[in-house]
């Protein structure tokens, strides 16, 4: 783990200089193949980070397909580590609720599921207009578990609060433990700024920063799980003691039948994204009938149609290899 922290560090010192990020200027990634003056144990260093990812050279164009149209897409054999296709990856762009892959990662890593948590005041008065929430109240008790799913299924904004003010003290303290993560796995073009993804011009990724996180999470069985689920039950107590129950429903048509899916291709799960600026976002894993997984990532989709439309026809890129 240190290692890698020291690995971007010293990628970022060398290649940039100093340079400041701003939210219209975005650090770029440098690959150990744009190196020539560096020394063995740099490179053995940078080899022993990316050998269990699959990397796209900066330089490296691919044939970009006229029916991919959104902001950035990228679709990974995540068995073999091989990029199949990728535009735009290293491009940034709004996150939306993809960004509650890397609070859930966090809470994974820091978090027991068994863990009971109070709703707060702050969580639950969420003073943006049409931000999609589980509707829980101050002074409700729910299992960390339970609050996961919430978010990751449903995609509640409040669930995301009450998950970051348990681990952190505050949604503040939780946000800087994100961005740290999010260096440690090296996805150094990310910054966060809340957990839950509603819009700020401060917050940004990019598709290769969300496969990073994203191949993080798939290391959690917990995590697996929850992104297989078409909806969940949510049982928990509020203030004065009283058991309620609230059912969820996935953000993910595929689980909902909503979505035909490519014959030979099996979708496992993972979490969408949207608002006005971000458009429309998904990062999914899927797997063929050998068994080989795959990653797929869209980034700013005009529409939920064509989101949609998009991903099933990445997935006729594995079905036709």
Same mark, same amino acid.
């Given at each position: 783990?240190?290692?890698?922290?020291?690995?971007? #560090?010293?990628? &970022?010192?060398?290649?940039?200089?100093?340079?400041?990020?701003?939210?219209?200027?975005?650090?770029?990634?440098?690959?150990?193949?744009?190196?020539?003056?560096?020394?063995?144990?740099?490179?053995?260093?940078?080899?022993?980070?990316?050998?269990?990812?699959?990397?796209?050279?900066?330089?490296?164009? &691919?044939?970009?397909?006229?029916?991919?149209?959104?902001?950035?897409?990228?679709?990974?054999?995540?068995?073999?580590?091989? #990029?199949?296709?990728?535009?735009?990856?290293?491009?940034?762009?709004?996150?939306?609720?993809?960004?509650?892959?890397?609070?859930?990662?966090?809470?994974?890593?820091?978090?027991?599921?068994?863990?009971?948590?109070?709703?707060?005041?702050?969580?639950?008065?969420?003073?943006?207009?049409?931000?999609?929430?589980?509707?829980?109240?101050?002074?409700?008790?729910?299992?960390?578990?339970?609050?996961?799913?919430?978010?990751?299924?449903?995609?509640?904004?409040?669930?995301?609060?009450?998950?970051?003010?348990?681990?952190?003290?505050?949604?503040?303290?939780?946000?800087?433990?994100?961005?740290?993560?999010?260096?440690?796995?090296?996805?150094?073009?990310?910054?966060?700024?809340?957990?839950?993804?509603?819009?700020?011009?401060?917050?940004?990724?990019?598709?290769?920063?969300?496969?990073? #996180?994203?191949?993080?999470?798939?290391?959690?069985?917990?995590?697996?799980? #929850?992104?297989?689920?078409?909806?969940?039950?949510?049982?928990?107590?509020?203030?004065?003691?009283?058991?309620?129950?609230?059912?969820?429903?996935?953000?993910?048509?595929?689980?909902?039948?909503?979505?035909?899916?490519?014959?030979?291709?099996?979708?496992?799960?993972?979490?969408?994204?949207?608002?006005?600026?971000?458009?429309?976002?998904?990062?999914?894993?899927?797997?063929?009938?050998?068994?080989?997984?795959?990653?797929?990532?869209?980034?700013?989709?005009?529409?939920?149609?064509?989101?949609?439309?998009?991903?099933?026809?990445?997935?006729?890129?594995?079905?036709?290899?």
């Amino acid at each position: 783990m240190k290692k890698r922290v020291i690995i971007c #560090i010293l990628i &970022m010192s060398i290649f940039l200089g100093g340079c400041q990020v701003s939210s219209d200027k975005f650090l770029s990634y440098q690959t150990i193949t744009n190196v020539s003056h560096v020394d063995n144990n740099f490179i053995a260093e940078e080899n022993l980070f990316a050998e269990n990812l699959a990397v796209l050279p900066e330089d490296e164009v &691919m044939e970009q397909d006229p029916v991919l149209d959104s902001g950035a897409t990228l679709l990974i054999n995540h068995t073999d580590k091989e #990029i199949i296709y990728a535009d735009n990856v290293y491009e940034s762009f709004y996150p939306a609720s993809l960004t509650k892959l890397l609070t859930a990662l966090v809470a994974l890593r820091k978090g027991e599921m068994t863990d009971m948590v109070t709703v707060s005041y702050n969580a639950s008065h969420i003073p943006v207009v049409g931000a999609k929430l589980c509707g829980f109240k101050e002074g409700d008790v729910i299992s960390l578990e339970a609050l996961l799913k919430s978010m990751l299924i449903y995609s509640g904004n409040d669930a995301s609060i009450a998950i970051a003010e348990h681990i952190s003290g505050s949604e503040e303290a939780f946000v800087k433990e994100m961005n740290r993560v999010a260096t440690e796995l090296g996805a150094v073009q990310s910054n966060f700024v809340n957990s839950h993804g509603l819009h700020d011009d401060n917050q940004y990724t990019t598709a290769y920063d969300i496969y990073l #996180i994203f191949n993080e999470l798939l290391k959690y069985d917990t995590f697996l799980s #929850i992104i297989n689920m078409a909806s969940y039950e949510a049982i928990y107590t509020d203030a004065e003691g009283n058991q309620k129950e609230k059912t969820f429903y996935s953000t993910n048509k595929y689980h909902l039948g909503e979505e035909d899916i490519e014959e030979g291709i099996e979708v496992i799960g993972g979490k969408t994204g949207t608002t006005n600026k971000a458009g429309y976002c998904f990062s999914l894993l899927c797997k063929d009938e050998n068994g080989h997984n795959y990653i797929a990532i869209i980034l700013k989709a005009s529409d939920n149609n064509s989101l949609y439309s998009q991903m099933s026809y990445l997935f006729k890129y594995i079905t036709d290899k």
